[in-house]
Structures are given as C-alpha cells and as structure tokens.
C-alpha cells in the first residue's frame, strides 16, 4: 500500500511539472513580462489582442529600465497594489503622452492587471495596480493589459498601506524574450559580422539615430 502511495505522489508530482513546463512553453516571450520582487518572480502574461498600445508602452518602459526601484506607492489589503510612479507620490509617470483608454471585456479577477488614470479615461500613462482578489466592479472602467500566471503568491506578500512605511519595490522588470537573449550561451547568440565585410559596413552618410 505504502509502494502504491509512493507511486501515485511521484506520478502525481510528474504531471504537475509537465503541466508547468507546458504552460510556461505557451507563452509568448515578446508578451510576457517578468517582474523581480525581494520575494522573488512574477511572471505576466501580457494581452496585445485587448489592449495593444497599452502593452506597447509597458514593454517600451520595461526596456528602458523605467520601472526598476520603483515602489509600490499604494497597496490596499483585499483590492490591489499600485506602483509605476517613479515620484513614489501617485501623481507622477512617464515622459510620453497618456495613452487613450483601451477598455475591453477582460474580466479584473485575481491577479489582472490594469493601467490606474485620474478621473479622465484617457490619462493613463504608467502607473499600473495588480487585483488581490476579484475586481469585477472595475470592468470596463479601467484597461486591463495583463494577468498574473506565476508568483501570484509573491504579490500576496507586498506591503500593505497608503503609502506603506515601508514600501515594496520592483526589483528588475523585463520583458521575457530579453531576458532570454540575455542568459544564452555565448554560442546561442547571433555573431558580429566580419569586419571586412563589405555589406555590414554602414553608408558613410547614413543618418545618425
């Protein structure tokens, strides 16, 4: 009996990595976000099809390194967390316009993920909160770009209050397939062309970007 236990847990245990290791193959690296925490990593599964320009911006912040230290500024126990501020006051954001509200049928359920905005529909710029819990009243109201698919048990564990005393931050947030091209093998990457080869050297009166 105690054999057949054994079995079933390690058969059990089997499908649950393949289960994982499934999931983690379907998601596309170009829309899948990872954000570091002190607790460790949160994975995002981004939604270019409901909110593309709002996606757009996420991964073209994500790249500059906008969001890494910035803290979560307001963390409400039972609702959400809010970061993106890099001013930490909930009134500041990026360098580039806001964005046109891009509401759609997503549902804010646990760990959605939408863009926070002032009363105007059409301010939001690069603030974002993560829902603890079912958000539903919140549909169709604000734009949902993403749900959390790993590490929802690390969002649980961010500092709660307005502001928090002592504020959780981002770590480091990047977008999946950049952080794959980072960790390759040597090997793996693409190799610098030749430096006698005529075709990568670049037009003497190309324009500079």
């Known amino acids: 009996m105690l054999k057949m236990l054994t079995l079933l847990i390690g058969s059990l245990a089997i499908m649950t990595t393949a289960s994982t290791t499934r999931a983690a193959d379907a998601l596309d690296p170009e829309n899948t976000l990872y954000i570091d925490l002190t607790y460790g990593r949160v994975t995002i599964k981004m939604l270019p099809d409901v909110a593309p320009k709002h996606v757009e911006r996420i991964k073209k912040l994500a790249r500059e390194g906008f969001y890494n230290g910035i ?52 301010s939001a710029n690069s603030q974002f909160f993560i829902c603890f819990q079912d958000c539903a009243f919140l549909n169709n109201q604000y734009t949902v770009w993403g749900q959390v698919v790993e590490g929802m048990d690390l969002v649980d564990k961010i500092t709660r209050g307005e502001p928090p005393s002592n504020p959780d931050k981002i770590v480091k947030m990047e977008v999946m397939a950049d952080a794959q091209k980072a960790a390759a093998p040597e090997g793996d990457k693409a190799a610098a062309p030749a430096a006698n080869d005529a075709k990568a050297e670049p037009a003497k009166d190309a324009a500079k970007h």
Do not use: C, W
């Not at 307001?74 to 959400?80: E, K, L, S, T, Y």
């Not at 001013?87 to 964005?99: F, H, I, Q, V, W």
């Open 71 to 122: 803290i979560f500024h307001r963390v409400i126990d039972g609702f959400m967390a809010q970061t993106g501020d890099p001013t930490g006051t909930g009134t500041g954001g990026s360098k580039y316009p806001d964005l046109k509200a891009e509401f759609n049928p997503t549902n804010f359920g646990r760990g959605a993920i939408g863009m926070a905005r002032t009363q105007n529909p059409d």
